[in-house]
């Protein structure tokens, strides 16, 4: 297949994590959900000052910015055990200070229970315009397959792609699921998250995938979806560009996918 070229408005760049610890704020956990997979951060944030939360289990460590607008989640992606987790503060350029670090443990049933719920990048509400849409498309369908087949025709034949989006690297971009499906346009990272967003708001575990495609020049982002007990590799972005007017299959090969981050 022709590679199309992906426009990510989003970098992930690691900072320096500075020694020196800032003064201590009791409770910037969150902790409530943490039975779902997922934890919140709620810290005072000064105006004008970046801030990232990392959070690591073994060797895996994901960073994340904060903005401080009341809590927001983040998923607990990497099974269960023991995630450490802290808050970081600009300093200077690229180096950050931890102000805030804590531990907790997660000991999940159902490890998949993380990839239902609302999260930064996937943030959905029950009444949202997508949700409500999710809702009606999949209504009397029971099987798994059906769901996920109603909402992916949905979105790649109504989402435009955003060739004017242009490229912005490292900035503090976060999908809008709401802005996407109103506005019908986006990038490979808004397909990803409005499609993960309307399957998890009907019960159905979706991931947003970050890495890099055999069919995509560049950074991609797609999805990888559970369907009747395993994951399921589908790229709305590409089926709703490249596969235009082409007989292309929902569920991609995997090997045609290299993942680098997952949500």
Not at 16 to 44: M, N, R, S, W
Not at 66 to 85: C, S
Not at 171 to 185: A, G, H, L, R, V
């Amino acid at each position: 297949m022709k590679k199309v070229t992906a426009i990510l408005i989003f970098m992930l760049v690691f900072p320096f994590i500075c020694t020196v610890e800032g003064q201590a704020y009791g409770g910037f956990l969150c902790k409530d959900c943490l039975e779902h997979g997922i934890i919140g951060i709620q810290y005072p944030t000064e105006d004008g000052i970046r801030y990232k939360v990392a959070i690591s289990k073994g060797p895996e460590t994901y960073y994340y910015d904060y903005f401080g607008k009341g809590t927001e989640y983040f998923p607990l992606q990497f099974g269960n055990g023991e995630y450490n987790i802290a808050l970081l503060k600009n300093v200077t350029g690229n180096k950050y200070m931890v102000v805030q670090k804590d531990t907790v443990q997660l000991n999940l049933a159902d490890e998949n229970t993380v990839y239902l719920q609302s999260v930064q990048n996937i943030r959905y509400k029950p009444e949202m315009k997508a949700v409500l849409k999710a809702n009606e498309l999949t209504y009397g369908l029971s099987g798994a397959f059906e769901k996920v087949k109603a909402v992916y025709e949905y979105v790649v034949s109504n989402i435009e792609y955003d060739y004017n989006a242009g490229f912005l690297s490292d900035k503090q971009y976060i999908p809008d699921i709401e802005s996407t499906f109103i506005n019908k346009k986006g990038i490979c990272y808004d397909y990803a998250s409005l499609f993960a967003g309307m399957l998890r708001s009907v019960g159905i575990p979706a991931k947003l995938v970050m890495g890099y495609s055999e069919n995509v020049e560049g950074y991609h982002a797609w999805n990888e979806v559970f369907i009747d007990g395993s994951w399921v590799t589908i790229d709305t972005t590409y089926d709703a560009t490249a596969g235009q007017g082409k007989n292309v299959k929902m569920i991609k090969d995997k090997k045609e996918y290299r993942t680098i981050k997952y949500y």
